[in-house]
């Protein structure tokens, strides 16, 4: 378990928001290098590892990017204004230090609006929006913030790090997705499977599902498996009749997401998962929502269409600089996708 989540905390504390992944795509690459035979990245950026073996050839897709900001221009005062990059819900980002991503090197921030004492009672009353928010970095002139090597275009990721809470439970930034590519990396460590496999950490899923649709396309793989976190129903403020997930009771696998506009799952893969759970004792629950999806979406429409299927860790507060996950969860999720890469050939005759 030690392993695990030491694995977690370094991909968690790394920066990379979507379409700036590199430094992420770094950090993942030398984790996986070990466990396969080639690694390589393509154009848009996704990072694609190899193991060689037989048919059926599997696609694994992770996501390496985390919801961010992004300068859109620094005022005469030396106050960076920035557009969201991803689903982020604003009243999570007020108050919250950042890091800018300049030419130079990170540049610490922090994120301000009109305080309350000069607000009108009306004003008070409504949440604050980005769009009123801004950034300080603590410069008094737009020319002391570009000697920085800070403008438009300069990406901004959220200064949150990594930290155990009781028991199994711990919380950090972009458990959405490093949670997922954490189990990607230690399921290739931990399977005997002698099929091909394709481990893909995948770009800008957060903006549109992209990395996944062209690295399906260029793979071309017989099926795949897509790995990412999803919402329980056991926490203050949601009820169970929208999600009846717990933290805590096992990995999740996806029926269906986005009440069908994103992703309706194969049924062969549901059986193959499910199926590969109960032989190896393992836990799982499975997930019909209503809400939100995953790279499998775009996965499951490339070429001629590809058999997909999702494995989830239920994770709370998720787009937010503190999500919270279970460590037996992610070790139960990595212990089924290694022995559902071995049992792959029983289900899917190629």
């Known amino acids: 378990m030690e392993e695990i989540r030491s694995l977690l905390e370094k991909l968690s504390n790394a920066h990379g928001i979507s379409g700036r992944e590199g ?24 990072l694609v590892a190899v193991k060689k073996g037989y048919r059926p050839s599997i696609m694994i897709a992770a996501h390496a990017d985390e919801i961010g900001l992004m300068t859109k221009y620094v005022d005469e005062k030396g106050f960076l204004r920035f557009v969201k990059i991803g689903g982020w819900f604003d009243q999570t980002l007020l108050n919250q230090r950042v890091l800018v991503h300049s030419k ?3 540049v610490v921030g922090v994120i301000g609006s009109k305080p309350p004492h000069v607000m009108k009672d009306e004003d008070r009353k409504k949440p604050v929006e980005a769009s009123d928010m801004f950034i300080d970095v603590g410069c008094k002139d737009q020319k002391e913030v570009e000697a920085l090597g800070i403008g438009p275009g300069t990406p901004i990721s959220i200064d949150r790090t990594f930290a155990p809470l009781q028991g199994d439970k711990v919380t950090g930034k972009a458990f959405d997705n490093r949670a997922g590519v954490v189990v990607m990396i230690e399921a290739l460590r931990r399977t005997k499977c002698q099929s091909q496999i ?8 957060e903006v549109g599902l992209k990395g996944a649709k062209t690295s399906a396309f260029g793979i071309d793989p017989d099926l795949a498996l897509v790995t990412d976190v999803t919402i329980p129903g056991d926490h203050p403020g949601i009820e169970k009749k929208d999600s009846a997930l717990e933290m805590g009771k096992g990995p999740v696998i996806t029926v269906v997401d986005a009440s069908g506009r994103g992703l309706i799952a194969d049924e062969r893969i549901i059986r193959w998962l499910q199926e590969t759970a109960r032989e190896s004792g393992i836990d799982v629950q499975l997930d019909v929502s209503g809400g939100g999806t995953t790279d499998a979406t775009n996965i499951q429409l490339t070429r001629s269409g590809i058999p997909v299927g999702v494995v989830s860790i239920a994770t709370r507060y ?14 139960r999720s990595a212990e089924l996708l290694a022995r559902a890469l071995e049992t792959a050939p029983k289900y899917f005759k190629i």
Request: no cysteine; hydrophobic share 40%; aromatic share 4%.
């Open 23 to 46: 430094s992420v795509q770094q950090v993942i690459q030398a984790e996986i290098a070990p466990y396969v035979d080639q690694v390589s990245t393509d154009a848009l950026g996704n």
């Open 104 to 106: 130079n090197g990170p």
């Open 198 to 205: 394709y481990a893909v950490s995948t770009t800008m899923e």
């Open 318 to 331: 998720i787009h937010s600089p503190v999500e919270v996950l279970s460590l037996t969860d992610l070790d």
